[in-house]
C-alpha cells in the first residue's frame, strides 16, 4: 500500500455547489499532486502543492483551489460546481520535493454533479 | 505542445502470445517517460520508467527519440496482465505535472 487515503469515495452534488475533496498521505510525502480523470481519458494534471504552496497548475479555472497542510493532507475544492466536472479526482503524493519521483496515486473519489 | 497518444483503446490477445502497447509523445525537450497500470479495483501505480532500463513483471520499454515513441512490450502475455495502462510524459519543468495518454486496455484471453 503507497498509504495515500482519499475521501469521500463518492460524492454527489447539483451544478451550482461547492466541494472538498481529501486527500491523506503519510510522512516524508512533501509534494502532493491532483488530476481529474474524466470517463474514458487519462488523468489529466490540475496542480501541484509543495510545503503548501502552489507549485504548478494546469488548464484549469481558478474555481479549482487548492490546500496542503503540515500534516501531509490535502484539499482540492472545487467552486460553482458544472456538469462537466463529474469525473474521478485523484491525488498523488511524493516522497521529498523531487518533481521526477515517483508518484503514488490514492484510489480516487468519484464526483457526479446533477 | 506536451502530448501522449495510445492510439488503442482496446488490445485483446491471447495468452502466451506478444504484447505491444503503443505510445507516442510530443515534446521538444528531453522528456521522462513512464508507464502506469491499474487493475481492477486497484489505484494507477508505476509500472516502469524509462531512466531506470529495468524490466518489471516481463515488460520492457524503450525510449526512441527518433519516432518519438515509448512502446510497451512483454514477449508473452499472462492472464494477470490484463489491465488499463497509461502511458504518461514528465516534462522538464520544476514540478512534477505527468501528462497522460488515454490509456490501452489490455485483455489477455486464456
Known amino acids: 500500500e503507497t498509504g495515500v487515503t482519499q475521501s469521500p469515495t463518492h460524492l454527489i452534488k447539483t451544478r451550482g455547489q461547492q466541494v472538498t475533496l481529501r486527500c491523506s498521505s503519510q510522512?516524508?510525502?512533501?509534494?502532493v499532486s491532483w488530476y481529474q480523470q474524466a470517463l474514458g481519458q487519462g488523468p489529466q494534471f490540475i496542480f501541484q502543492?509543495?510545503?503548501?504552496?502552489?507549485?504548478g497548475r494546469g488548464n484549469f479555472p481558478p474555481r479549482f483551489s487548492g490546500l496542503q497542510f503540515p500534516n501531509y493532507s490535502s484539499e482540492l475544492n472545487v467552486n460553482a460546481l458544472e456538469l462537466d466536472d463529474s469525473a474521478l479526482y485523484l491525488c498523488a503524493a511524493t516522497l521529498g520535493g523531487g518533481s521526477r519521483s515517483e508518484q503514488f496515486f490514492g484510489p480516487g473519489t468519484r464526483l457526479t454533479v446533477l | 505542445a506536451q502530448r501522449v497518444t495510445q492510439p488503442e483503446k482496446l488490445l485483446s490477445v491471447f495468452k502466451g502470445a506478444p504484447v505491444e502497447l503503443k505510445c507516442n509523445y510530443s515534446?521538444?525537450?528531453?522528456?521522462?517517460l513512464f508507464w502506469y497500470v491499474q487493475y481492477s479495483r486497484q489505484r494507477l501505480q508505476l509500472l516502469l520508467r524509462h531512466i531506470s532500463r529495468e524490466s518489471i513483471k516481463g515488460f520492457t520499454a524503450d525510449l526512441n527519440k527518433g519516432e518519438t515513441s515509448f512502446h510497451l512490450k512483454k514477449p508473452f502475455a499472462q492472464e494477470e496482465d490484463s489491465a488499463m495502462y497509461y502511458c504518461a510524459l514528465h516534462g522538464s519543468s520544476n514540478t512534477g505535472k505527468l501528462i497522460f495518454g488515454q490509456g490501452t486496455t489490455l485483455q489477455v484471453k486464456p
Open positions: 515534446y521538444s525537450g528531453s522528456p521522462e
Open positions: 502543492y509543495y510545503r503548501e504552496e502552489e507549485n
Open positions: 510522512s516524508g510525502h512533501n509534494t
